[in-house]
């Protein structure tokens, strides 16, 4: 059986998306898995006390913006191990991974706006910050 040439059009554009939308999905999904092997990566780099190591992996990904990463990157600055201890650096990291919820970022703002480190000392905002995360479902690595 033949196509007529306005089928073989319409045919062959409906292929080639179906395909590119199947080497971007396989894209997306490569992606993920990537940022999932990287991040557990970084965490057994941190558990073995390879800080350094840990910031080196978790960097990337956070700058792509992998909530885990950026609250793990906040964690480095606020204890100092694997980066320089920077209050301030570690707020903008908490706060970036606070705002797509992560649990453990909203925990850490608490606590530099409880005792007042990289920004002024607010009470109002400390309790608030914890109060958002929903406790007990995240692990502190520090």
Not at 28 to 33: D, G, N
Request: with cysteine; proline share 4%.
């Amino acid at each position: 059986m033949f196509l007529s040439a306005f089928q073989r059009t319409i045919f062959g554009a409906f292929f080639r998306a179906l395909m590119f939308a199947a080497v971007l999905a396989a894209g997306c999904f490569t992606s993920v898995a990537v940022q999932a092997q990287s991040f557990e990566a970084g965490l057994e780099a941190y558990e073995a006390g390879k800080y350094k190591e840990a910031f080196g992996n978790w960097w990337p990904l956070a700058i792509k913006g992998h909530a885990k990463s950026q609250a793990s990157l906040g964690l480095l600055y606020y204890s100092g191990r694997g980066a320089p201890r920077d209050y301030a650096k570690a707020l903008r990291w908490f706060s970036v991974s606070a705002e797509k919820g992560q649990p453990t970022a909203q925990f850490f703002m608490g606590l530099l706006y409880f005792y007042g480190k990289g920004v002024k000392k607010d009470l109002g905002r400390a309790h608030a910050c914890p109060t958002s995360a929903p406790m007990g479902q995240f692990r502190v690595i520090a």
